[in-house]
């Protein structure tokens, strides 16, 4: 077991403005194989072109929209995102919310990749964690965007420039996903966004200086975008009037060969950490940086995703599972680079993962109890789904040796996350 040493106390600085990023993606995503140069193959077993994989001049990328509903009186749409190459994005505004993403196998055979809802209401009663509006909610959070804060808070307390701030407690003795009513319960303001080679959904919402206990008011800005070479980007975007803390994410659970297809034990994943923050009993990292070699968190090779998940450890007792940070390998910090690879030999889709942030949550849907009917209206049961969530660690605000989640007047919270498709 060994530590690692990180910037204490940095702050969140704006490093990538927004044609930059735009840049990164394109110069990064494209070139993955530089940074990984063996990872393509050693997930997939094989060498191929990536049939929908590029840009091939196709029609540009579309999004249309139709009303759902109302959720406390705000007007919720659903927006469908189209490219040329037979991938479709659902994404509601309520939550911003992915319900469905729809891809082609090798055969050329669509099936939807994600874990979802048939109805928005199914969202409103059984996405969030239980709550004063919704007290016996399922807080499974399908495919949201979470904040203020994604994932756990040390019995929701932290101190900032000297002040204690208390988010409410709604996992165990902690805070998770930004409290009781977080970023995944609201009506988000929407505005499309294309042009010849991009569709995109902007939303935005500006949470109240209080809200959650949080300090500062804070305008966030979460941008979809869809193109031809499969990529679905997600750029956060926040700003505060005051010093807070922010750490913002989205929650979609993936099963590449469908998500009515059963578990995703025999998928394979790959993820660019040589290390991962362990955890106490009630799943707040240690501050440790612990190594995971010759442990059942080593994915540094390919590996199914359900071969060690059954080993005597006491990591995967306390998640029942795996529900854990790694730290990635960043070529420098703040870089958009490759966090992680999946694969299923079923169907030869691939998922790709960059990201600017630090972290990656890897969680197996330990707490899927066959309670829940989704989207196609098969029961959903532990195994059926993953979720890749790149973030800043858990619990921060209270490690100092952790990457930094403060967010000061004047300054940008930006992060980049891109989501790749190739069958």
């Known amino acids: ?39 393509v193959a050693a997930v997939s077993g094989h060498h191929h072109p990536d ?19 109302t959720v406390h009186g705000g007007q919720v749409n659903e927006y469908t995102l189209t490219n040329a190459n037979g991938m479709t994005v659902k994404i509601f505004n309520y939550g911003g919310i992915i319900q469905s993403i729809t891809f082609p196998d090798r055969s050329g055979n669509p099936a939807d990749l994600v874990l979802g809802f048939p109805t928005l209401q199914d969202y409103v ?16 959070y399908f495919g949201a965007l979470i904040g203020r804060y994604a994932n756990r808070i040390a019995a929701g307390k932290f101190t900032l420039d000297g002040t204690s701030y208390q988010v409410p407690i709604n996992n165990g003795p902690n805070a998770l996903h930004g409290g009781t009513i977080g ?61 807070t803390v922010v750490n913002l994410t989205n929650h979609t659970y993936w099963n590449l060969a469908g998500e009515s297809s059963g578990t995703v034990y025999d998928q394979k994943l790959w993820i660019n950490a040589d290390s991962y923050t362990p955890v106490n009993l009630v799943q707040i990292p240690t501050g440790q940086i612990s190594p995971v070699a010759g442990t059942p968190f080593d994915f540094t090779s390919p590996t199914p995703i359900g071969q060690n998940i059954n ?20 070529p420098a910090p703040d870089s958009l680079s490759l966090a992680a690879r999946a694969w299923d030999p079923s169907s030869g889709r691939e998922l790709s993962v960059y990201t600017t942030q630090p972290g990656l949550q890897f969680y197996s849907g330990n707490f899927l109890a066959g309670t829940l009917v989704g989207i196609s209206g098969h029961i959903y049961r532990q195994s059926d789904g993953f979720a890749l969530e790149t973030q800043h660690f858990p619990d921060s605000p209270n490690v100092p040796s952790f990457p930094s989640t403060e967010l000061d007047p004047g300054q940008v919270y930006s992060q980049t996350t891109v989501f790749k498709l190739s069958n």
Request: glycine fraction near 8%; hydrophobic fraction near 40%.
């Open 125 to 140: 009663n059984e996405d969030p964690a239980a709550n004063p509006n919704n007290p016996g909610s399922a807080g499974v």
């Open 1 to 39: 077991m060994f530590h690692k040493a990180f910037p204490v106390r940095a702050k969140l600085v704006t490093r990538l403005g927004s044609a930059l990023v735009a840049a990164l993606v394109v110069a990064t995503v494209g070139t993955a194989a530089t940074f990984a140069p063996s990872t």
């Open 183 to 243: 970023f995944d319960q609201k009506v988000w303001t929407p505005t499309v966004l294309q042009s010849d080679r991009t569709a995109a959904l902007q939303l935005e919402y500006v949470s109240p200086n209080g809200e959650m206990g949080f300090p500062g008011t804070l305008d966030t800005i979460a941008t979809y975008t869809l193109d031809n070479d499969n990529r679905l980007t997600l750029t956060f975007h926040a700003t505060t009037d005051a010093p």
């Open 51 to 69: 049939h929908h994989g590029h840009d091939n001049g196709g029609a540009p990328p579309t999004i249309t929209s139709s009303p759902v509903g």
């Open 311 to 330: 080993v005597d450890n006491p990591q995967l007792l306390i998640g029942q599972g795996y529900d854990l940070n790694w730290v990635l390998n960043k």
